[in-house]
């Protein structure tokens, strides 16, 4: 080392030999770690996510949040809906609910959301900020901050536009103790409202049908309506949470059947599917019960409890259309059962792959 | 809901309907959320990440972790590198070890990390598997569980064979306070070791040019090499610590200036550069210093704790290779100036994008 200071250029009379960088699209160069990813980041990406909170928006390599002495939840998710944009929401919106709504049903309070995007070179900027503002608005919305986040980018052809990985950070509080093992024969099945609607809205625009009447995509964040199903119910009589996206509402249950060692009997009269998912399910030869959700959870409730949380899910937006549609039994365990409308009984299965691949 | 049990299909009775699946490659329904999805985590992600440690592997949709009151630092990064293998390492062990290593720079220990892979359809699930046990392997090697986890799959042509996110939870000891606004002028600058591995082993692979000697990348956690540098100063004299990543020893001195308002003043005859990375760069007219690096850290340190500090990195296998390369100054605040070994100065500017796409 130098022991006397090093004296060189004056930096007053140092000028930027860049240019003004005017690009409209993703260059290679924006995933670089130099000078392009930090406009990028400055300029795009932390006007987005500072929406007003203050917060400074994300620190760069990582950031600190604060916990209380316990348990934490972590949950992660990668986005590839096709198209970005859709009835009811974009994979903005939707990275930020999805990741808040698995740590919800953990019973966790979400306080803080990772996000990773993988840029195909070439996408435009605009459509990137408009992705960039809605996942801010977003986690504002749910009042979450995303805390830190990474952009990688590829070349033209090694993706399709751009992908979002988000991962979320919540807090469980104390007592709280909601997870498929303690779900036992006799508990009540709920579903916080109508299902299919998020499948349906992606479907009806990316095979351009129009269905008479438009399906809105349910994508919400969910944290608020399990906070107050925890409230109506202080002595953990509320099982197991789970909300149904990829599979829909049959894989969410199967699952939980599965890992309870319980069987499933579902009412599915009682299941509520609007007229307009059910009439474009009909058209495109979709199982409703089978299409993804992005607002909706189900819940494994001990009949005791059920009154009080389905008054506490009634008061909340989210949960307005909450209903009981079926019950844990000790029969058929890892299996759910349907009682259909004309009184008889099905075996229901989950699909093998997907009925509707990149839907999330 | 019916009142009586459902009698259905005695379940002794019922029989999978399903072929077992002898596909060798990636599917659609891999990502689909249904059996298939099921059988990838269980067949294929779960031995993978349980690799002996006994966890019982990633849970579903969250994890839960047990934390004490206070800081925890949380990081994302996603890999996109081509070739998927390169000497030295492969997409996975970069991972695990470059997130492992973005906690470490803020002091924390790392508790656990996330998993989300996005496939392409028609992706060997051979190829798929070498990179999970190489992720479980790195995970072990590094004590971090990888705790939670997510796959997507995207039609061929939609994304490159596959990519990998790591989003990553430490915990920061009550008293570290390690971040570039405590820097100041007169700190010491060191480096862990050798720098340019990395990059150019990439290179080397994807250009296909034999350059004598293999350079193999560095790819290792440095978490263990963090503590020990915060077990012998115990005074908060480390003040800052960077992973020169993307943009390489370069970049990541002159983010820390320009975050703590000081200059930088290296001496480049001090930095080490192995002959071979130095020949490779050469004959590619790359920079070994903006050369990206998987396994060093830049640390910038009081004067006082150096000698410490430093005794502690040599006592350390990821650390043997520390010197002190340069000094912060209170001259040319947010850019960093070399004294070449003509004994000229000359200021080092970052590279506009990146010299090298898709190195991590």
Partial sequence: MPDEPVTAIDPADWVCPLPLRETKRIVMGHGGGGILSEELIENLFLPAFDSGRGTGGPSRDSAVLTVPAGRIAVSTDSYVVQPLFFPGGDIGDLAVNGTIND????GATPIGLTAGFILEEGLELE?????AQSMGKAADHAGVGIVTGDTKVVGKGSADQLFVNTAGIGVIPEGVDVGPERVRPGDDVIVSGNVGEHGVAIMSVRAGIDFGTVVTSDSAPLHGLVAAMLAADASGRIHALRDPTRGGLVAAVIEIARSAGVGVALDEAAIPVPESVASACGFLGLDPLQVANEGKLVAFVDPSATEAVLAAMRGHPEGAGAVVIGRAVSEHPGMAVGR???????????????????IC
Same sequence: chains 1, 2.
Avoid at 103 to 106: E, I, K, N, P, V
Avoid at 127 to 131: A, F, K, W
Avoid at 340 to 358: D, K, N, S
């Fill in 103 to 106: 740590l919800a049903m953990s």
């Fill in 340 to 358: 259909t409308a004309f009184g008889t009984t099905r075996v229901i299965e989950r699909e093998l792959g997907e009925q509707l691949p990149r």
């Fill in 127 to 131: 459509l990137l900020g408009r992705i």
